[in-house]
């Protein structure tokens, strides 16, 4: 599986590195197609978001639901996102100009970029209540799935039998048979056969490891998720019905709270280091 290699700048490097004019971005690079989205965006923080501050701040929830879904009707939460699944296929400078745009929108700029990827997910029932939701983005974690059932069974899954790999292909499958938008992205990989059984997901996280061992692979690499096969019917979950699937479900349980106390420890050493300056 070639890639290509191109360059890529990090941070402020081309202050102090020598480097190609063509590879730094700069506004008066943008296309027409790039201020046109610039300009939407602008107008809609400064006609829409900014009058609204105030509520806003007050956390107005109302308010904040109803602007981050004329967002979504302006194309402004898919900018980047293919056709197929409700985006508008623009590219990632468009993405960017979008953000910096929203930027100015004060608080309501969190609460945009808020709505881009719900991630600890471990179990059925979160992608069924996030698909309802309408949430854009999920990130089921393959090899934290895989890790748990290794460590509980003694089993080391290879293929198609990975828990991790089957969630993913179950998740997919009942998001394409039921013509939900949410996009599935697996995450969290242990090895190269579970990417591999996952050839076809909307969006892969893949470490450069192991992009580096799939760069080294040149045999054809079979597409085996895609729109159209069968999946399950579509569901909705009260609270109460969501809780017990979750409750159930003993794998998802015990790492959706290890990942939120892992996450909560992981921002109370950033709180110090900012107290620290």
């Not at 829409?48 to 402004?76: F, M, S, Y």
Request: hydrophobic residues 40%; charged residues 25%.
């Amino acid at each position: 599986m070639p890639t290509s290699e191109t360059s890529q700048l990090r941070g402020g490097a081309w202050l102090i590195e020598s480097t190609d004019f063509r590879e730094v971005l700069t506004p008066e690079r943008l296309t027409d197609e790039h201020r046109l989205i610039g300009n939407t965006t602008q107008e809609f923080v400064e006609q829409e978001v900014l009058p609204e501050l105030n509520r806003l701040e007050q956390h107005d929830w109302t308010i904040a639901r109803r602007l981050i879904k004329r967002c979504g009707d302006l194309g402004l939460l898919g900018v980047d996102v293919p056709e197929v699944y409700g985006g508008l296929n623009l590219d990632k400078i468009s993405s960017l100009v979008v953000s910096e745009r929203m930027a100015t929108a004060a608080s309501f700029g969190a609460t945009f970029g808020g709505q881009t990827n719900l991630t600890l997910l471990f179990s059925f029932a979160q992608a069924v209540a996030c698909a309802d939701a309408g949430v854009f983005l999920i990130s089921p974690f393959v090899g934290r799935i895989y890790d748990w059932y290794k460590k509980s069974t003694g089993t080391d899954y290879v293929g198609a039998e990975d828990p991790g790999v089957q969630s993913v292909t179950r998740i997919y499958n009942y998001y394409k048979a039921n013509d939900y938008k949410t996009v599935v992205m697996g995450a969290s990989f242990r090895n190269v056969g579970q990417i591999e059984q996952l050839a076809g997901c909307d969006r892969l996280t893949i470490s450069p490891e192991l992009l580096g061992k799939l760069s080294q692979d040149n045999a054809e690499l079979p597409r085996l998720l895609s729109p159209g096969q069968a999946g399950e019917a579509r569901q909705s979950l009260n609270e109460a019905q969501f809780r017990w699937a979750l409750n159930e479900d003993a794998m998802a349980t015990e790492k959706l709270a290890e990942g939120i106390r892992l996450f909560a420890r992981d921002q109370e050493k950033l709180e110090k280091q900012f107290s620290a300056l």
